[in-house]
């Protein structure tokens, strides 16, 4: 190493506190320590160069950033405090100041195989294949990232496509730099980081790794390490000291959400802007004081440096509990460290930049829109979205099934049994009504009801928690859950809702049970110890006498109501009332078929011919069944036939008298023209027309009912709705399965039109028109194609004709 590469780092080392007082206690037999110091300075320096090749302006975690920390951790010892650490304290914190953020700089050779998740046959070696599997589970988990590169890609922005590829791969090395650097550690400073004869190189890595993680874990660590005879480490000392200079140089890695939010709009502030900003402003930080001094030129600026001081108000608070145990902990061993620390930041001079003539140039206020939560839980309750009060059953039921497939996907992982269940049980207790839903899913903790159940609209199967999750567990199925309002629901019918619940984290490993009880939707959250034993979900709702929808219902129908929400479910779910049980599987959904649909809009009839057809398309994700209805003359299909055309001479007038059966749209219809002579004698021409067969369907995804028609009638159809129509009628019963999906209103009682039901209706037209061409003839088949192609009026249809 030459005097120039040293001068890059080494002269501002020497000016800091932390090595000078580390320097004066090594003076003597521990000299050894000083170089280990600078060697470890220089490592750390040279290593963070390269942040920028994939950090891009994300970031600012050069070996400027890394100084900073080492320069804050000093301001908020001081002096006095620093003179009284030991060497080995001293000997951690600076190199924990260089070593924490080391995995922002991966190896360039991981960074290549991460770039492979987007190659079509990607060539892995076989030691590289954890790391791309690493990174996949972290792309997978971020579906809306994932379809923004695809249509991206697809429309040929291929810059662009390249930005968000950037993106992930910085954000997948912020989120795993801390794991990173404890590995950095591991492999090139393995035994190395000593003091005289202790090996701190295990310590190190848990305080880099720490810095990333919960503050409280710090307590974990030990209070009193022997590093020498009578010399000794504070670890959370450390640890605590790394983490509050980390954040208090506003770390580029914790981009303020607000300023994040704003990256897209009109008027965007990028990062870039934010970091220029954040990089002149001044600031004051002692024991006494946290104060940062800025003139903001935009009110997302000023709104993002506030936020970053509410993250360092929590930060000092759980700082200064740590603090105040570790100086009890060490007085009562008659160490006085006596370190103090601010309760909160000083933002007095935190201002809005102001023109030439002293004015301010926007009024800062932290105004942004806010929902009225009463009036938009009545809009979300009420008619508009979910109409009717059954669905709160639906929105259970869903959940449960959920929680049992993510389960299993977990189980299989873990190598262990499991067989998933579920209770629907209706039943009276002390005079109530209740109805509850059991099942041995995967349960909650008090994080899943804190961030996702007790939050409307934020959906646990829409977050990166379940996806992440998904991906570790390779569970192949769509949650049927994803707005995150249906538990609203609920109060439709109850004012009291019961949970009992239970988390599984791992095999044989889970949460402690947790009883909730909420009364009502404006109700505070009631929890305490659970009960239950094992893993799942009980949720227990006392009924309202007046909105409760089984009131009236006998046994029987409550039963069959059930079995109409939940047509064909994944597995076992068993019905019980008062003196009745019935369970409902996956063999349950063989014995609804198109035909026993059939009732009075399908009439039998000599011209026209019915065939059956099985869908048994696992693979694509569509099981159940058609009935289709051929018009047909002579036994060979067509558009239409004229019956009894006769003319009647009246009176010395000529009337025509017919009758025609022709194909419409979804229907077989048949028209008639007569006379009708009155009691005055008075002659009258009468047309009807009366249907014959029409369209109808039963159809579910995943197992629940979309109780909305695919065959609606025009006034009943509401904006975006999807609708077939097709040169033929059918009665159709489906169902989605596996990982094919469809896009819903959120009530879940209508599909939407998109990109899934456009292929999903190709799909559907290829098994019914080849179910009918296996029936039939090869010059019958010809026939009717010539009619459905003359007749089709869906082009998703015409598609799926032209591929056969």
């Known amino acids: 190493m030459n005097d120039d590469y040293k001068d890059e780092f080494l002269l501002r080392l020497k000016k800091s506190e932390l090595y ?156 795993t730099h801390a794991d990173r650097a404890r590995d950095i550690i591991e492999k090139d400073w393995s035994e ?167 004015k301010p140039i926007y009024i800062y206020k932290d105004t942004k829109f806010n929902l009225s939560k009463t009036q938009v839980i009545e809009l979300l309750m009420g008619t508009k979205l979910y109409g009717n009060p059954e669905v709160a059953l639906r929105e259970l039921l869903q959940n449960s099934i959920d929680a049992c497939l993510l389960r299993k996907a977990q189980e299989m992982k873990w190598g262990n049994l499991y067989e998933p269940k579920i209770y629907v049980k209706y039943y009276e207790d002390n005079g109530e009504d209740i109805l509850e839903v059991i099942d041995n899913g ?65 095999s044989h490993k889970s949460s402690n049970p947790i009883n909730m009880t909420v009364e009502g939707q404006e109700s505070i959250f009631w929890i305490k110890d659970g009960k239950r034993e094992t893993p799942g979900t009980s949720t227990r709702l006392i009924l309202r006498k007046k909105h409760n929808p089984w009131e009236r219902m006998s046994e029987d129908e409550f039963i069959k109501n059930v079995e109409n929400v939940i047509p064909n479910p994944p597995f076992e779910i068993n019905i019980q009332t008062n003196s009745q049980k019935k369970i409902r599987n996956e063999d349950s959904f063989k014995e609804l078929t198109s035909y026993s649909l059939k009732d009075f809009t399908w009439h039998e009839n000599e011209n026209i011919k019915f065939i059956e057809i099985e869908i048994d398309k696992v693979d694509i994700g569509i099981i159940g069944s058609a009935t289709v209805a051929i018009l047909e003359s002579h036994d060979k299909p067509v558009k239409n036939i004229e019956l009894n055309s006769r003319d009647v001479e009246v009176e010395g007038e000529t009337y025509t008298l017919e009758r025609e059966l022709k194909i419409d749209v979804n229907s077989i219809k048949e028209s008639s023209k007569s006379i009708t002579i009155s009691d005055s004698g008075t002659i009258r021409t009468d047309d009807s027309t009366s249907i014959l067969a029409k369209s109808k369907s039963k159809l579910s995804l995943h197992g629940i009912e979309i109780s909305s028609s695919l065959f609606p009638e025009s006034w009943q159809m509401k904006n975006n709705q999807v609708k077939i129509n097709w040169p033929f009628p059918l009665i159709l019963v489906v169902d989605i399965c596996g990982e094919r999906d469809l896009d819903l209103n959120s009530p879940r009682t209508e599909i939407i039109i998109s990109e899934k039901w456009t292929e999903f209706e190709e799909e559907l037209a290829k098994i019914i028109c080849n179910g009918i061409k296996n029936a039939v003839s090869e010059d019958y088949w010809n026939e009717l194609l010539e009619i459905f192609e003359s007749l089709s009026f869906s082009e998703n249809f015409k598609r799926a004709l032209s591929s056969l």
């Open 20 to 175: 000078k007082a580390l320097k004066e206690n090594c003076s003597d037999k521990d000299t050894d320590v000083i170089s280990l110091v600078e060697d470890c300075t220089s490592y750390a320096y040279q290593r963070t160069k390269t942040v920028v090749r994939h950090m891009g302006e994300f970031t600012l975690h050069d070996g400027d950033h890394l100084f900073r920390v080492l320069n804050l951790m000093e301001r908020l010892l001081t002096k006095e405090s620093i003179d009284k650490l030991t060497s080995p304290e001293l000997l951690l914190l600076i190199v924990s100041a260089f070593f924490h953020d080391i995995g922002m700089a991966p190896d360039e050779e991981e960074v290549l195989t991460w770039k492979k998740v987007w190659d079509v046959h990607p060539e892995i070696e076989k030691e590289d294949q954890r790391i791309l599997e690493d990174f996949k589970r972290f792309y997978t988990s971020r579906p809306e990232d994932e379809k923004r590169l695809i249509e991206l890609i697809k429309k040929g922005q291929n810059t662009q496509a390249d930005t968000v590829k950037s993106y992930l791969i910085t954000e997948y090395i912020r989120q």
């Open 442 to 506: 995967t349960g909650m903790d008090e994080y899943i009801i804190d961030n996702y159940y007790s939050k409307i609209g934020s959906s646990f199967y829409k977050s990166k928690d379940f996806y992440n999750l998904k991906a570790e567990s390779n569970a192949e199925f769509s949650p049927t859950s994803r707005f995150g309002i249906g538990i609203l629901s609920t109060f439709m019918i109850s004012d009291e809702l019961i949970v009992d619940t239970k988390r599984i984290y791992g």
């Open 192 to 358: 190395k980081i000593k003091f005289r004869d202790t090996d701190l190189t295990v310590e190190l890595a848990q305080i880099c790794y720490s810095h990333n993680e919960d503050a409280l874990s710090l307590l974990e660590l030990d209070k009193n390490l022997l590093c020498g005879s009578g010399i000794y480490a504070c670890l959370p000392l450390v640890g605590v000291i790394l983490r509050l200079a980390d954040i208090l140089d506003f770390d580029g890695k914790r981009t303020p959400s607000v300023l994040f939010s704003h990256l897209y709009v009109r008027n965007p502030i990028s990062v870039k802007e934010w970091n220029k900003h954040r990089a002149v402003e001044a600031w004051e930080i002692n024991p006494e004081l946290i104060q940062f001094s800025a003139k903001c030129s935009h009110p997302v600026i000023e709104a993002s440096i506030h936020e970053f001081c509410t993250m360092i108000d929590h930060e000092l608070s759980l700082s200064n509990n740590i603090i105040s145990t570790l100086n009890d902990f060490h007085l009562a061993k008659d160490r006085e460290l006596n370190i103090k620390l601010p309760l909160k930041v000083n933002r007095e001079k935190i201002r809005t930049k102001t023109d030439i003539k002293n």
